[in-house]
């Protein structure tokens, strides 16, 4: 790159680039954005689920951690900031344990989203991973529990949609789009991602719950409209949530975390 | 002497820019010694603090080329945490640095990370705060404390390191004049009775003038100039061709030796400058100069009618305040921090509700007004921009409030481009807030409001945190919006920026108005203004020892003035 003015000295070869890091991301990157899960916590947006607890807003920002911090400082982030939220804000959290679930799976499997080549094979054993949930919990429901199989797959329309979306180039699109200078379609992969990874951070929570707690028909029957249109809810503000933040982590120019995809 | 840190041509590149930010920097401070460091926004200043430490190449990364030692240590081959041990570091905003609960343990906190043994921590605690003179404050929250409190805090948190090095990057910017002095006292002390090195980047330059050792110029990534502050702000053209500022007294007499009389040396400090103006004194010409009060014979646009107001603590913040704000008047309101301006302010928003008495916008009770009249009759400008951006363009942040108001598209289109022709933002529309300049970022503030074309603007401590050129671009925008018929108050605490543009002055304490008069006669209520604890101009100063000294009284304000005032051909 040509200088205005010529450099006199030597260049120095710099090894010490964020030591205080986890896998990249600044420790106090990690601390704030903990603190946002923490304070999203604080707002219920939905009564039903929710591992016991009303269901809490920072639900729908945990895949922007992972695309903000990568997979395992994503993960860490909304993994801290929901343990202590559980403390601070027991309404919205329920049961400590399995809120945990979905917080770090949803912002780990986030920032597996990748278009380079480094981590591009993750999606392949995360999606086998992926279907020893889904062997348990439909055993669990249709062969355990009764549970007719039509209304399962209707039931569980946002963990199928979102696994379906993430072994399909979808998952490849919406991470193009998000790190798109063009904030319209960053928004539509935030909006895409949102749905695809609450889906699937939802699978895992979901199985927990279920073989702990477990639910009748009439409850299923319940659930059916009620769960896609939580995730209509988490998919829109975790768009309108991860634009603002995104647009203006680009406008200020802040370092990067080196997992960051946006 | 001996040298602490040596910086041998430091050049160095951010990821994210595309031109260097420091060029070629060859300097070396030594122990012991106060360098101020001084430059236009976008110099390298805070870059320039931040290679001292490390943080800059090894938390930002980009290419770095030079050597850069502090103790000895080169800042590449020792990590950031060694560095902790010898450099200390201060920024602009103390509540960006406070992160514990209680004094003693914010001042803990770093020497726990560093792992000094407990004992050494509870016998460092009150030797420093006794040196930033917060001794008994040990279990207080940082949050009950005065920002001058708060900044000496951030102090006294990096002194228990016991560094060799403190740096200070716009230390006192956010404070009121009483919290800088008392910063700038304990700063000076350190470095007189410790022997601590001080770099300080600073555009108060009356208190860098009367404190610092050496002044370095930094200007486009290169050091331009160093040397003592008297050969540095001496240089009065210089500094005003490069958008800085000197000191008043320097300004104030260059301006006499443009007249062709000899004022021996340009002064850098008052102390100097008033021992010189006795030789001077035949040559003064005092003229009346008459107050550009406004008087209007229309009903006032703001009426405040015997207004207490008592917070739920019990703090009395405003105490039977009655005052009438006229169109088309410029009207500053000053006062320690405390005095009740802000309470005031408030009010005229309907932010708060009075305890006693009532505000009138224009004659109607303001608790009558709905939020959508209230904001077509006035216009908020707070401190800091950012905390009323939060739209993802320029444009979409000035249109907000006209489309929420449910004004026609039509409508929204021409005053959001009116008001950001009047900005000049219309080439920045598309642009996000955030990569703008804070003034700039204010000024997208501003144009948000002037779109609802309210008739009163309210401007709080609009100067804070920007540097001269910055600070006299909002105020010219005030001047402009003035001159476009609008009614304009402004909260400063910067009073030496303000007599080109306010015509009448509140004066604030303990919840009353203690002054009501020109600005030409209230800049000159020397014991009353230090009753507030605001400090008159420099200029008002040297005025009023020239009225002693010749026995004519003038109520000068302004270098300008005051020079204007000598006249070399009468003799």
Request: charged share 15%; with cysteine.
């Amino acid at each position: 790159m040509p200088f205005k003015v010529i450099p006199e000295g030597d260049e120095r070869k710099i090894e010490e680039v964020n030591k205080c890091a986890i896998d990249g991301a600044p420790i106090a990157y990690i601390v704030v954005l903990a603190a946002i899960v923490t304070a999203l916590s604080f707002i219920p947006f939905s009564i039903i689920l929710g591992s016991g607890g009303a269901m809490p807003l920072s639900q729908a920002v945990f895949p922007l951690m992972g695309w903000l911090l990568g997979p395992i400082a994503g993960a860490t982030a909304s993994g801290i900031g929901t343990l202590v939220a559980s403390f601070l804000s027991p309404l919205t959290v329920g049961n400590p344990v399995l809120s945990l679930v979905g917080p770090t799976v949803g912002s780990f499997l986030a920032g597996t989203m990748v278009v380079g080549k480094k981590r591009r094979g993750w999606w392949l054993g995360l999606s086998i991973i992926l279907l020893i949930p889904f062997f348990l919990y439909s055993h669990r429901a249709i062969g355990q529990n009764g549970i007719p199989t039509n209304i399962f797959i209707a039931g569980t329309l946002i963990e199928w949609s979102g696994f379906l979306l993430f072994i399909l180039p979808t998952r490849i699109l919406f991470t193009r789009w998000i790190t798109s200078s063009n904030l319209q379609l960053v928004a539509l992969g935030l909006f895409g991602g949102t749905w695809m990874i609450s889906g699937l951070s939802h699978l895992c929570a979901a199985t927990l719950s279920y073989s702990i707690i477990g639910w009748p028909l009439a409850i299923w029957n319940m659930l059916i409209p009620v769960i896609p249109f939580e995730n209509l809810i988490r998919s829109t503000v975790g768009m309108v949530i991860g634009v603002g933040v995104i647009a203006g982590l680009r406008a200020i120019g802040l370092v990067k975390s080196r997992e960051a995809i946006y | 002497m001996e040298i602490i840190a040596q910086l041998d041509k430091v050049s160095y590149l951010y990821p994210s820019s595309s031109d260097l930010v420091l060029k070629n920097i060859s300097l070396e401070i030594r122990k012991g010694e106060f360098l101020g460091i001084i430059g236009p926004t976008g110099a390298g200043k805070t870059t320039l603090c931040l290679t001292l430490n490390g943080i800059v190449p090894q938390f930002y990364g980009g290419r770095f080329f030079g050597y850069a030692t502090v103790a000895g240590l080169d800042t590449l081959s020792y990590p950031v945490s060694t560095f902790a041990r010898y450099v200390g570091a201060v920024f602009e905003d103390p509540e960006n640095q406070l992160l514990a609960t209680s004094v003693e343990n914010e001042i803990a906190f770093t020497l726990e990370n560093l792992k000094v043994p407990r004992e050494e921590i509870i016998a460092r605690i009150p030797r420093v705060l006794a040196a930033v003179r917060l001794e008994g404050m040990e279990k207080k929250q940082p949050s009950e404390l005065s920002g001058g409190q708060k900044q000496r805090l951030a102090i006294a948190a990096a002194l228990a390191v016991q560094p060799a090095l403190l740096i200070l990057d716009e230390p006192t910017s956010q404070l009121d004049p009483v919290g800088s002095k008392e910063v700038f006292a304990t700063i000076k002390e350190l470095n007189r009775s410790l022997g601590i090195t001080i770099v300080m980047v600073s555009h108060a330059a009356e208190e860098m003038a009367e404190n610092a050792d050496r002044i370095a110029i930094l200007r486009e990534g290169m050091i331009e100039k160093i040397g003592t502050p008297a050969e540095i702000y001496s240089q009065v053209e210089y500094l005003e061709q490069n958008a800085l500022r000197p000191p008043q007294v320097a300004q104030t007499f260059a301006l006499i030796a443009r007249e062709r009389i000899s004022t021996g040396k340009i002064p850098v400090t008052l102390k100097e400058g008033l021992a010189l103006l006795e030789p001077l004194k035949s040559y003064y010409r005092p003229s009346s100069l008459e107050s550009t009060s406004y008087s209007s014979p229309t009903s006032p646009l703001i009426s405040v009618k015997n207004l207490s107001h008592t917070y739920l603590s019990g703090t009395k913040a405003l105490e039977n305040v009655s005052l009438d704000i006229h169109s088309g008047e410029y009207l500053l309101i000053i006062g320690q921090n405390g005095a009740g301006k802000s309470t005031l302010v408030k009010h005229f928003l309907n932010l708060l509700s009075s305890t006693k008495g009532q505000v009138f916008i224009e004659g109607r009770p303001i608790e009558n007004l709905s939020v959508s009249d209230l904001s077509r009759s006035i216009g908020y400008v707070a401190q800091n921009p950012d905390n009323q951006i939060f739209n993802i363009t320029v444009e979409k942040e000035v249109s907000f409030a006209l489309t929420n108001l449910g004004y026609p598209v039509k409508v929204v289109e021409e005053r959001t481009s009116e008001s950001l022709a009047a900005m000049g933002l219309l080439e920045s529309r598309h642009l996000h807030p955030l990569s703008l300049s804070k003034g700039d970022r204010a000024r997208v503030v501003i144009a948000a409001i002037l779109a609802m074309e309210p008739k009163i603007i309210v401007f709080d401590e609009p100067t804070t945190g920007q540097d001269y050129q910055g600070a006299k671009a909002i105020l010219e925008v005030t001047r402009q919006l003035h001159q476009m018929g609008k009614t304009i108050i402004v909260i400063t605490h910067h009073l030496y920026l303000m007599p080109e543009y306010a015509q009448r002055v509140i004066i604030m304490g303990q919840g009353t108005i203690l002054l009501d008069a020109p600005i030409r006669s209230a800049y000159h209520e020397i014991d009353l203004l230090s009753k507030t604890y605001l400090t008159p101009p420099q200029a008002v100063l040297i005025s009023e020892d020239l009225a002693k000294l010749s026995g004519h009284r003038s109520d000068l304000l302004t270098p300008n003035e005051i020079a204007s005032c000598f006249n070399y051909a009468i003799f």
